[in-house]
């Protein structure tokens, strides 16, 4: 079986975003940055949400040509490309870049791809991710805590029907007070 992993970068009060989907005081130090890179490496599939798939489709899939892109982005951009992906969504008709596109039950859909012999999955964008949370679905939660307070946004975790306990498995104090945390899910 596949483990599932839920990490994103968030506010010290729970926020992926600021209101109007500001991510403005998200600017990952080039550790962080490598972070996410080697964690992308590591993965074998990607799920998504519609949201977060327009904005990353929309920056990565050119990154590596932009001017004044870092060797990090580069590679990032090289690695984001060549990942297999699924998005999950309604409303989008056509995806590209070794991605396919998952209209149906998203938890359906989920425990399916999870149940498949291979290495782990990451899942991004809150709402997609909370659907997996209530499902009982993430194994491992990787939270990179930015020392800001939002005060509202859209919020890391999704309200739950259930205590999910977990287990600390790392702890890492990154530049710009950054608190790289990781949990599994104890089942």
Do not use: C
């Not at 709402?127 to 209530?134: D, P, Q, S």
Request: glycine share 10%.
């Amino acid at each position: 079986m596949r483990k599932l992993i839920y990490g994103m970068n968030l506010t010290l009060d729970g926020y992926i975003a600021a209101p109007g989907d500001d991510i403005g005081w998200s600017v990952p130090s080039d550790e962080l940055f490598q972070y996410w890179s080697d964690q992308l490496e590591a993965t074998d599939l990607s799920l998504y949400g519609g949201k977060l798939w327009r904005t990353m489709s929309s920056y990565w899939p050119t990154a590596d040509q932009q001017p004044d892109a870092t060797s990090a982005e580069i590679e990032f951009a090289h690695r984001w490309r060549a990942m297999p992906k699924v998005v999950f969504s309604s409303t989008i008709d056509k995806v590209d870049w070794n991605t396919r596109l998952a209209t149906g039950d998203a938890v359906a859909e989920i425990t399916r791809l999870k149940a498949e012999d291979g290495g782990p999955m990451d899942i991004g964008g809150a709402t997609l991710a909370g659907a997996a949370m209530r499902a009982g679905l993430i194994d491992e939660y990787v939270l990179a805590t930015a020392p800001v307070l939002v005060g509202s946004g859209t919020p890391f975790f999704a309200t739950l029907d259930s205590w999910v306990n977990l287990n600390l498995v790392e702890t890492r104090t990154l530049p710009g007070g950054v608190i790289l945390t990781r949990y599994e899910t104890r089942r």
